[in-house]
């Protein structure tokens, strides 16, 4: 895409969605619902008033199973997509909870063998990168720290992404990590999965009854997609190099951005019950 079609395609404020028939929040983890890395008081509120106010909220991340089930336990939310679509968790219908994977046990076996040998030889070629610490909980994907603990910056990143993709690996940066897998996946064909088998729905992003809140490159996808992609502030960091820039952005980075998104919901929520 060329930088004049990206000024054709910049985000509008927040204030210009139409929220009116909001029912459920998508939203990325990392960068969007966390501050400097940590998840605020304010933010775990945010997403209690939507749950409480009966908005549908799921979590979409590049974060591994482990994290995912933690978060589906613990987290005032409808469910969790991780590892890019490799997995998701949901409540079933007695409230247990449910793990369900993209892809078939002998071809995840597969491809996740394929993917580690794939990994580490990249991983030799580029001085200092390492898997992130929290590629020890995935199941399906792997990950590369550029920006957690390691400091590799833009052009390490890119330079793993290309070496990945060289191989026939997806990879895909976070704000903190090159994400690489191996399947017929991402957040958005996960989500439209998650919405089938959660919800019985067969998921329209273009009907302006969901939010994807992001801000990162791994977003891309659901921001293309859906009618009302949101970004938090801090995505104007690569709005002239994401394949798909949001339709909507925050005036607030990061979790507040988020919080301002919740607030901008329910305001609309409450001025509509006002109306009938």
Known sequence: MTASARVEVAPRPLREADLSRVAGVFTDVDGTLTTGHKLRADTVRALERLSDAGLRVVLVSG??????EAWARQLPVDGVIVENGGLFFLRGARGQLRKVYWERPAERVANRERLQAEVARVLRQVPGARLSVDSAYTEVDLAVDYNEEARLGDEGASRIESLLRARGVTAVR?????????????KLSATRRFAKVAWGEQLDPRDGRYVYAGDS?????MFEAFELGVGVANVRAVLDRIDAPP???TRAPEGRGFEELARAILARRGRAAREE
């Open 247 to 249: 339709a909507f952005i």
């Open 174 to 186: 976070s704000s903190v990590h090159v994400n690489c897998w191996l399947g017929r996946f991402d």
């Open 217 to 221: 490159f791994n977003d891309a996808p």
């Open 63 to 68: 974060r591994p199973a482990g994290w995912g």
